[in-house]
């Protein structure tokens, strides 16, 4: 069990190099330690170190690990003839995380620009992202900024319609979480299912049928390769479990109660998920949990916030899949300029870029806000609620609405309270998360 006191759990310095310098750094990379190496960080250190040890550590995705690894293997290999291989490790995944909350806030930035058609609202969502209410996990011995990189930098790609690049950074975020796959769907529906992707094919009356659904077939084994290129990641390290864990089982008896040695259609991950952390549907529904009901309840509203805001604003569209919406005209607004970097994937965007508070309600971000109800719905029913602060951390969606909220309150006198709402629960939220996090308490 590595939820104990970091010196149970850091051996002493291993050092080649002694001497008050080298007492003073180690000093200093245990009080960053003790700040950062809580929860789940110390599966990361201990599999970046070690390796794969213990059947649950098969709950901790490898990427960081392995990026922790090679750092402290190069760059701070300095650093860790001094304090030691393991403090080492720890600065190189504090090295890592906060490297890619940087990049995921750059990354963010470009693809609300990209995807919103409106330069300010972007800022302001990457803001949000900054202040995130899961800015803690960001910045300690997680995979969550890591994770949020890999997940805009893909979404960024595809709006680019550069798909087997996007599915490529999929791909290697399903070594880093187990969701990443999932954001594949935006491959299917760009290809398969809105209504500019079956434009083409209405368009051009003169093409034999033949040639139409030839053209139909390659768009959809198109999308089945990228979606097989995004699950890559997460199948060889649940490849990589499955012989692990079962290599050395020769006879039924062993393999009792692990249910993947023998059937195909049940994972290492799922397992270790059930049996070492009780994840499954409505488990988590019980009265001694709803103090991290009411941690959760204030990311809860904020999502049904959105998604409601969202399918009000045009229920014809959300209902229809945007083939059908209701015709808005457009009103030019003073101070308005034109959008410097359209997105073509995006609707038929305006001559002028739209007004903050509109931006959200573009027919863009339809596909975001669908996704964005089913991992609502999942992490309600079938997770541990409190985690969903980080949960929903590489959903730009989510950054998207808080922005718009807070653009939004600014133009209207009688709003500026959701604007002091959602930014005191951003603000509020990740600096007591800091406390809670750096001596053992929940969420985590």
């Not at 410097?340 to 931006?359: D, F, G, T």
Request: glycine share 6%; aromatic share 14%.
């Amino acid at each position: 069990d590595y939820d104990s006191s970091l010196s149970v759990f850091i051996r002493p310095a291993d050092r080649a190099i002694d001497g008050p310098a080298s007492l003073l750094l180690e000093r200093l990379a245990r009080g960053l330690a003790q700040i950062v190496v809580r929860w789940d960080a110390f599966y990361f250190v201990d599999i970046a170190d070690a390796g794969y040890v213990y059947e649950q550590e098969h709950a901790f995705f490898p990427l960081l690990p392995l990026l922790m690894r090679a750092l402290a293997g190069t760059l701070l290999s300095p650093l860790a003839s001094a304090v030691g291989r393991q403090l080492a490790l720890v600065v190189a995944g504090v090295v890592v995380s906060n490297a890619s909350f940087v990049l995921a806030a750059a990354t963010l930035y470009r693809l609300g620009c990209r995807q919103l058609s409106n330069e300010r609202l972007a800022y302001v969502s990457a803001l949000m992202f900054v202040i995130a209410p899961s800015n803690m996990f960001m910045s300690a011995v997680y995979t969550e900024s890591l994770f949020a990189w890999l997940v805009f930098s893909a979404l960024l790609l595809v709006t680019y319609e550069r798909y087997l690049s996007a599915a490529l950074c999929l791909g290697v975020s399903g070594l880093c979480r187990s969701n990443g796959p999932i954001y594949a769907g935006f491959f299917i529906w760009n290809l398969l299912v809105r209504r500019e992707a079956w434009a083409a094919f209405a368009s051009d009356r003169n093409a034999p049928r033949w040639a139409k659904i030839g053209r139909l077939l390659s768009r959809a084994l198109y999308s089945l390769v990228l979606v097989a290129v995004s699950s890559a990641g997460f199948v060889a390290f649940e490849m990589f479990g499955r012989r692990e864990l079962c290599r050395h089982c020769t006879d039924a008896g062993a393999t009792e109660g692990r249910r993947y040695c023998t059937d195909s259609m049940s994972t290492v991950y799922g397992f270790v998920q059930s049996r070492y952390w009780d994840v499954g549907f409505l488990r988590y529904y019980s009265l001694q949990q709803l103090p991290n009901f009411l941690l959760a309840a204030p990311m809860i509203l904020l999502s049904v916030a959105g998604i409601w805001s969202y399918a009000a604003h045009d229920l014809a569209r959300i209902a229809s899949l945007g083939w059908i919406q209701r015709k808005r005209k457009h009103k030019h607004k003073p101070g308005l300029k034109p959008n410097p970097n359209p997105n073509p994937n995006a609707e038929a965007a305006p001559a002028l870029a739209p007004a903050a508070p509109e931006a959200y309600f573009g027919r863009g971000i339809l596909p975001h806000v669908y996704l964005w109800a089913v991992l609502l719905l999942v992490a309600t029913t079938s997770m541990h609620v409190q985690v969903i602060t980080r949960f929903f951390s590489g959903l730009p969606v989510v950054f998207w609405f808080a922005g718009h909220a807070v653009a939004s309150a600014q133009l209207d006198a009688n709003r500026r309270w959701v604007r002091w709402a959602v930014v005191g629960y951003f603000v509020g939220y990740g600096l007591v998360g800091v406390v809670l996090f750096s001596n053992f308490f929940p969420p985590a």
